[in-house]
C-alpha cells in the first residue's frame, strides 16, 4: 500500500490520470481478499496487485478503455471453471473489483493521495473510506483519530465503524461505504541487535511494521545495521521502560546475547502486556527462563501466552531462515488480533 500511494501521488502530480482497483468483496476462495489494490495508468504501467492471475489480466485490459472514458464502476468475476460468465478458474469463488477513474486535474485527489503517502513516515492509525453507494460518483476520505482528509463524512459516524465487524463495507444513513486500514500505529520492539535481528528487521519494515531495536552493546545499536527500522536505542535491557512504552497493541521480539537478559526483557514486557511477545531460544533457555519467572511471581497462564521458540516451525536454520519464520509468526498474530 506505501508504495501504491506514492506512486498515485506522484503519477497524478505528473498528469496522469490513475484507475484504482480495488477487491471490495470476496466470496469462497479468491487469490485475494477484499482490501487488495492495484492501480494502473493509460500506458499500461501498473503498481500494486489483485492476486495476479486471470482477474488481474482482464482488469488490466479494461482499464485503458476505462481510463478513455473515464468512467468508475464494479466489475464481479466468477471463480469457477464451469461458471460460463466466469474466468475458468478453479478456485471456486467470486470476487467484486472497484475500478475507480482518479482524475490528474481533480486538485482534491492530488491532496489526498500526497496526504495518504505522507502518513507512512508518521507513526498513526488511519483509514481510507470510500463512498461507494453510486458507483460512478465515488468520494473517499481519508482519516485519523484527529484529521479527516478528502470528501466530507457524516460527523455521527462513530470511531468504531472504522474497523467494521464481519466485512469491509457499512451502511449508514442509507448508504454504502468500503472502509480499510491505510496505515497503524502498532511496532515491533526487537530486543538484541544480532544477527537474526539484521536479517528479521528489514523483512519487518517491509510488511508495514515500525520497528525499534535496543541493545546495550554500541556495535549492535547501531544504526548503520537498521536503516529500515524506525529508531536504534543504545540502552540497559533492564530499564526498557527509559526508551519504550510498550502498550497492548505492540509486539516484542526478544533475542539478547544471554539468559538474564532475556529474562529481564521478558519479565519487563509480561507486565506491560503487549499483544504478542516471542523469544528465541533452546529447550533449556526456555526452561530456566520459565522457571525464574514463575519465582518472580507471575503465573503458568502468563508464561504459556509466550512464543517460544519464537517462529513458525519451519525447520528454519540460518539467521535470514529463523527472521522468515518469526515474520510469518507476526503477520499470524497480525491477522488474528
Given at each position: 500500500?506505501?508504495k501504491?500511494?506514492?506512486s498515485?501521488?506522484?503519477?497524478?502530480?505528473?498528469?496522469?490520470?490513475?484507475?484504482?482497483?480495488?477487491?471490495?468483496?470476496?466470496?469462497?476462495?479468491?487469490p485475494?481478499g477484499?482490501?487488495?489494490?492495484?492501480?494502473?495508468?493509460?500506458?499500461g504501467?501498473?503498481?500494486?496487485?489483485?492476486?495476479?492471475?486471470?482477474?488481474?489480466?482482464?482488469?488490466?485490459q479494461?482499464?485503458?478503455?476505462?481510463?478513455r472514458?473515464?468512467?468508475s464502476?464494479?466489475?464481479?468475476?466468477?471463480?469457477?471453471?464451469?461458471?460460463?460468465?466466469g474466468?475458468?478458474?478453479?478456485?471456486?469463488?467470486?470476487?467484486s473489483?472497484?475500478?475507480?477513474?482518479?482524475?490528474?486535474?481533480?486538485?482534491?485527489?492530488?491532496?489526498l493521495?500526497?496526504?495518504?503517502?505522507?502518513?507512512?513516515?508518521?507513526?498513526?492509525?488511519?483509514?481510507?473510506?470510500?463512498?461507494?453507494?453510486?458507483?460512478?460518483?465515488?468520494?473517499?476520505?481519508?482519516?485519523?483519530?484527529?484529521?479527516?482528509?478528502?470528501?466530507?463524512?457524516?460527523?455521527?459516524?462513530?470511531?468504531?465503524?472504522?474497523?467494521?465487524?464481519?466485512?469491509?463495507?457499512?451502511?449508514?444513513?442509507?448508504?454504502?461505504?468500503?472502509?480499510?486500514?491505510?496505515?497503524?500505529a502498532?511496532?515491533?520492539?526487537?530486543?538484541?541487535?544480532?544477527?537474526?535481528s539484521?536479517?528479521?528487521?528489514?523483512?519487518l519494515?517491509?510488511?508495514?511494521?515500525?520497528?525499534?531495536?535496543?541493545?546495550?552493546?554500541?556495535?549492535?545499536?547501531n544504526?548503520?545495521?537498521?536503516?529500515?527500522?524506525?529508531?536504534?536505542?543504545?540502552?540497559?535491557?533492564?530499564?526498557?521502560?527509559?526508551?519504550?512504552?510498550i502498550?497492548?497493541?505492540?509486539?516484542?521480539?526478544v533475542?539478547?546475547?544471554?539468559?538474564?537478559?532475556?529474562?529481564?526483557?521478558?519479565?519487563?514486557?509480561?507486565r506491560?502486556?503487549?499483544?504478542?511477545?516471542?523469544?528465541i531460544?533452546?529447550?533449556s533457555?526456555?526452561?530456566?527462563?520459565?522457571q525464574?519467572?514463575?519465582?518472580?511471581?507471575?503465573?503458568?497462564?502468563?508464561?504459556d501466552?509466550?512464543?517460544?521458540?519464537?517462529?513458525?516451525?519451519?525447520?528454519?536454520?540460518?539467521?535470514?531462515?529463523?527472521?522468515?519464520?518469526?515474520?510469518a509468526?507476526l503477520i499470524?498474530?497480525?491477522?488474528?488480533?
Open positions: 500500500m506505501k501504491l500511494m506514492r498515485v501521488a506522484e503519477w497524478l502530480n505528473l498528469g496522469k490520470d490513475v484507475l484504482l482497483a480495488t477487491i471490495i468483496e470476496d466470496f469462497g476462495s479468491a485475494r477484499a482490501g487488495a489494490r492495484m492501480a494502473i495508468i493509460e500506458d504501467s501498473f503498481v500494486g496487485t489483485i492476486g495476479g492471475g486471470a482477474v488481474e489480466y482482464r482488469v488490466q479494461i482499464a485503458p478503455q476505462a481510463l472514458d473515464k468512467k464502476f464494479v466489475l464481479a468475476f466468477a471463480l469457477s471453471p464451469d461458471d460460463q460468465d474466468l475458468g478458474m478453479v478456485c471456486g469463488g467470486a470476487v473489483v472497484y475500478l475507480q477513474y482518479v482524475s490528474a486535474s481533480d486538485e482534491s485527489a492530488k491532496e493521495f500526497a496526504f495518504g503517502a505522507a502518513l507512512f513516515l508518521r507513526n498513526v492509525d488511519s483509514w481510507i473510506i470510500t463512498d461507494i453507494t453510486d458507483e460512478a460518483n465515488w468520494h473517499m476520505t481519508i482519516v485519523t483519530a484527529d484529521e479527516r482528509i478528502g470528501s466530507p463524512l457524516p460527523e455521527d459516524i462513530p470511531h468504531t465503524v472504522y474497523i467494521p465487524n464481519g466485512g469491509p463495507q457499512f451502511e449508514h444513513a442509507g448508504k454504502t461505504y468500503y472502509v480499510e486500514c491505510l496505515t497503524s502498532e511496532k515491533v520492539f526487537v530486543f538484541g541487535g544480532g544477527h537474526v539484521q536479517e528479521l528487521v528489514p523483512l519494515s517491509h510488511i508495514g511494521f515500525s520497528c525499534f531495536v535496543l541493545d546495550n552493546l554500541p556495535e549492535f545499536a544504526r548503520g545495521l537498521f536503516p529500515t527500522a524506525q529508531g536504534v536505542i543504545l540502552g540497559d535491557f533492564d530499564n526498557i521502560a527509559n526508551f519504550f512504552d502498550t497492548e497493541k505492540d509486539y516484542v521480539v533475542m539478547t546475547r544471554g539468559h538474564s537478559h532475556d529474562l529481564s526483557v521478558q519479565a519487563q514486557a509480561l506491560a502486556k503487549p499483544r504478542y511477545i516471542g523469544v531460544g533452546s529447550k533457555k526456555i526452561a530456566y527462563v520459565s525464574k519467572l514463575r519465582e518472580q511471581g507471575f503465573s503458568q497462564e502468563e508464561i501466552t509466550v512464543h517460544t521458540p519464537i517462529g513458525i516451525a519451519i525447520k528454519a536454520d540460518t539467521p535470514a531462515e529463523i527472521a522468515i519464520s518469526i515474520a509468526e499470524l498474530a497480525r491477522a488474528n488480533k
